[in-house]
């Protein structure tokens, strides 16, 4: 497995560095086996550090995770707590997902944009347009998944929605976590 670890605006030493890849590689190993790379980002914000980390799978799935603590190495550690419960919950799908699928995930590259918005709608004038403004474009992936695999992938990311493309219809789908707790999906193919 590939490790990319380091910091934003702070020193990662190469203790933390060989602690990180051990205990990484061991969580993944337990879990996924076959993983392709990680990148573990450490930060500081208000006097906390700050452990991101994302690792992919060689089956094109992505886990993610953060934390925050007051020592570097305990936000790294909650942070590989947060994954290692993420994998544990989907292990057995996980080696399912290995086993059923003959070839890696296909996943198409897309635009994504940030767009300005404001922070008190009821202080702002009427906008004199209705473009928005764009704040940052930066290129995504588009996963060709199947429905419960696109579950799994939302889950795994802690994202409240993912965008993929429908391994049956081949049509861009949206999965959501909903208000009261449970999966939405939405199909453009199936509306009549």
Sequence with gaps: MRYQVSGKQID?????????????????????GRPTDGTVIFSKDAGEFVCEATVH?????TTQ??????DVYEAFDKCGEKIDKQLRRYKRRLKDHYRDRESPVESLMASSYILA?????????EPETLQPIIVAEMETRINSL???????QMELNGA???VFKNERGGNLNVVYRRDDGNIGWIDPSNSG
Excluded: N, W
């Design 65 to 70: 995770a953060k934390a925050r603590a007051f």
């Design 57 to 61: 799978l060689s089956s094109g799935l």
């Design 146 to 152: 199947s429905v419960g695999e696109a579950v799994m």
């Design 160 to 162: 409240p929605v993912l």
């Design 12 to 32: 990662i030493g190469s203790a933390l560095s060989s602690h990180v890849q051990t205990e990484l590689g061991s969580i993944i190993e337990k879990y996924a």
């Design 117 to 125: 918005g404001s922070k008190d709608e009821e202080d702002q004038p």
